[in-house]
C-alpha cells in the first residue's frame, strides 16, 4: 500500500513501537523518502539475486525495496514487533514478512543465492550494547555464508563514524552516500569484501 493511508497507518505504528520501546526503534520518525531512495538506489546499482532487509519498522525503507520489483521468493523482509510484523504483512503481502530477531539472522532458512544484499535499519548505535554485539555477529555470520554478500547500514552519528568497528578480516566499510533531506541526517554505508572495495571513503 503506497497511498496516504498507508503511510498515515505507518506513522501510528511508528509512534506505537517507539511508546513500547523507544531504544530499539532509535529514531524519532521513520526513513525519509530521500534515505529510502539512497539505500534502493544502492542495491539496484548491485542488484543482489537475495535481497533482505532487517529491522524494517513501518516499511519507510521496504516501499522503495517493493518499488525495486525483486521476485517476491527473494525479497525478505525481517522485524521482532509484533504489531509492526501486522502491519507489513498488509501492507507489502507480495514480502516474505518474518517474525524474528535480529540476533539469530543467521539461522534465518534462505534460499540460495549467488548474491546478498542485507539492508539494515537497526539503531545499532541507540540499542543496548550486548543485544547491538550480537546482531551484528548475526549479522557478519551471515554475510560470510552468502557468496558475493554486502550489508547497507544507515546511521545518525557524524558522517565519518562507521556503524561498528572489529570486522572480519578482508571486510571494508564504503560510505555511500549522506543524505541531510532525513531527520535527523543520515549517512549509508555498504560493508564489502575487500575485493569488491573498489571506491575509497570520502
Known amino acids: ?111 540460495p543465492a549467488a548474491s546478498l544484499m542485507l539492508v539494515s535499519s537497526l539503531p545499532l548505535m541507540s540499542m543496548p550494547r550486548d543485544e547491538g554485539r550480537r546482531c551484528v555477529k548475526a549479522m557478519l555470520a551471515l554475510l560470510e555464508r552468502v557468496p558475493n554478500a554486502r550489508l547497507l547500514q544507515y546511521t545518525y552519528a557524524a558522517r565519518h563514524v562507521r556503524p561498528f568497528d572489529q570486522l572480519p578480516p578482508g571486510w571494508r566499510w564504503r560510505r555511500v552516500k549522506t543524505v541531510w533531506a532525513n531527520l535527523p541526517p543520515a549517512t549509508v554505508w555498504s560493508l564489502e569484501p575487500a575485493a569488491h572495495f573498489t571506491q575509497g571513503i570520502h
Open 1 to 111: 500500500m503506497a497511498d496516504g493511508r498507508g503511510q498515515g497507518l505507518g506513522g501510528l505504528a511508528f509512534a506505537l513501537a517507539w511508546v513500547r520501546n523507544p531504544r530499539r526503534v532509535g529514531a524519532i520518525a521513520p526513513a525519509s523518502k530521500a534515505l529510502a531512495q539512497a539505500i534502493a538506489g544502492e542495491v539496484a546499482r548491485v542488484g543482489p539475486e537475495l535481497l533482505l532487509e532487517v529491522g524494517a519498522g513501518t516499511g519507510a525503507v521496504t516501499q522503495a525495496l517493493a518499488a525495486l520489483g525483486p521476485p517476491p521468493d527473494r525479497f525478505f523482509v525481517i522485524e521482532r514487533d509484533p504489531g509492526l510484523v501486522r502491519h507489513l504483512r498488509e501492507r507489502f503481502p507480495s514480502a516474505e514478512v518474518q517474525h524474528a530477531c535480529a540476533t539469530r539472522l543467521d539461522l534465518l532458512p534462505l534460499p
